[in-house]
């Protein structure tokens, strides 16, 4: 036997028998009690979602209530746990389906192959020409020094200065003009999108440097965005990914957009200058409220009806993030994501928790997302800048458009675990070894 395939069994025999330690535990030491706790629990967390959803969706004293709602209710489940003197019960059968549900997913792991995006080797580069925003990020660009080091290894830097702003695309569009062999964007994914939009046009390899506020689409790339210098390592040992770029409304967007409760609130004035705030005081009325427009929404087939949030991506987000929220597996499926939920009451808002199944959820991908509305203009986010759209906005998907050089050494590639299937571990697990 292989020692990969070894090592993949005893994994799944390590997972077997924790998962069945953490069962007699529960049986030998709380008997007819268990099934009390595992009703103790779940209610603890119906009550603490229903209560967060009170929390965002009213104001003033139910407000108020919601918020201590969802403080006593695990304070309650744990009462109830050490009053039964079965707390220690509990923790030890939680660890024991925790280590259970680790090794059960690591022996998965090396039972699936990986999927990745197919890569080829990085020309060489005589002319890159980065553009950088010194604003960016709260000034990465200079605190990594960034512009010096690009220079050092040949690139020709333009810095986003002055006092108003500055049309990227055209300037973007005015370095390839004027010999670049490569256009690099150094700053957050806004002005990513639009560099990359000028690359894919005129075929150009195109750089991400992660100087900006978020950088997802470097996250999804497997770029470090603590230190974006590393990123410049790809101008030398690189290799090139045909990733895919989405537009909106004519508009180009590298992650996502957003229309519904999260775009009304990101037009608010007060927003940059105070978001949480801005936030609990406008959702209320965008949720139950009924205030903003009313959307409607295409995805191939799939018909969304009314959602209060409509999330569309370039590739859809992992089976764990549905909410745009973390990691999305790869960017060249040729496919847009989309999510939309819809939520009036309490009981809708604990269900969420049963993830792609809640009744609140829908979930579809396409190769385009029709959104309509009853007004004549929406607000959208497009990679997270407030603008507004005349409806229908039209999103699609752009396959392989856009040519990305990133480093080849990447710790940062995201791997997706895979789903715990527990017939998968236990035919694993009990097959014989030759």
């Known amino acids: 036997m292989e020692p990969t395939m070894r090592g993949q069994r005893w994994l799944a025999r390590a997972s077997l028998a924790s998962a069945a330690a953490a069962v007699l535990v529960l049986a030998v030491f709380a ?51 050490t009053q039964a003197r079965l707390t220690w019960v509990v923790l030890t059968s939680g660890a024991l389906w925790l280590l259970a549900a680790g090794t059960g997913r690591a022996a998965l792991a090396r039972h699936t192959v990986p999927d990745q995006m197919a890569e080829q080797p990085a020309g060489k580069f005589r002319h890159p020409v980065l553009i950088m925003n010194p604003r960016s990020g709260g000034g990465k660009v200079r605190r990594f020094e960034l512009r010096e080091l690009a220079e050092s290894r040949g690139a020709e830097v333009v810095l986003l200065e002055g006092p108003g702003e500055t049309d990227v695309a055209a300037l973007a569009r005015k370095c390839a003009a004027g010999g670049a062999d490569l256009l690099g964007v150094a700053g957050g994914d806004g002005t990513q999108a639009l560099v990359a939009e000028v690359a894919a046009a005129l075929d150009l390899p195109f750089l991400v440097i992660p100087a900006g506020t978020r950088n997802h689409f470097a996250l999804d790339l497997g770029l470090d965005r603590e230190d974006p210098s590393t990123a410049l390592d790809a101008l030398h040992d690189g290799v090139e990914l045909r990733v895919d770029l989405g537009r909106a409304g004519g508009r180009p967007f590298v992650n996502n957009v957003s229309f519904g409760a999260y775009a009304e609130v990101v037009q608010s004035p007060a927003y940059r200058d105070d978001k949480t705030r801005t936030t609990l005081k406008l959702l209320p009325d965008l949720l139950v409220g009924q205030q903003g427009a009313r959307l409607t929404a295409r995805a191939g087939e799939q018909e969304f009806l009314e959602p209060q949030a409509l999330l569309v991506s370039n590739n859809p987000y992992g089976s764990k993030d549905i909410a745009g929220l973390g990691r999305r597996t790869r960017l060249d499926g040729g496919v847009l994501g989309c999510v939309g939920v819809r939520v009036t009451s309490a009981t809708q808002a604990a269900g969420l928790l049963r993830g792609g199944q809640a009744t609140g959820l829908h979930l579809a991908t396409a190769t385009s997302v029709v959104v309509d509305a009853d007004q004549e203009e929406i607000p959208v986010g497009i990679d997270g800048e407030a603008v507004r759209l005349a409806v229908p906005v039209r999103c699609e998907v752009r396959p392989g458009a856009l040519r990305v050089i990133v480093p080849r050494l990447r710790p940062g590639v995201y791997r997706e675990r895979p789903r715990l299937d527990w017939r998968l571990v236990g035919r694993l697990g009990l097959a014989s070894g030759h």
């Not at 229903?50 to 201590?68: F, K």
């Open 31 to 81: 008997g007819f009690k268990t099934f009390a706790l595992l009703g103790v629990g779940l209610a603890g967390l119906t009550v603490t979602a229903a209560a967060v959803w009170w929390i965002i969706s009213r104001r003033g004293l139910p407000r108020a209530l919601a918020v201590l709602l969802a403080l006593a209710a695990p304070v309650w489940v744990l009462v109830e746990f």
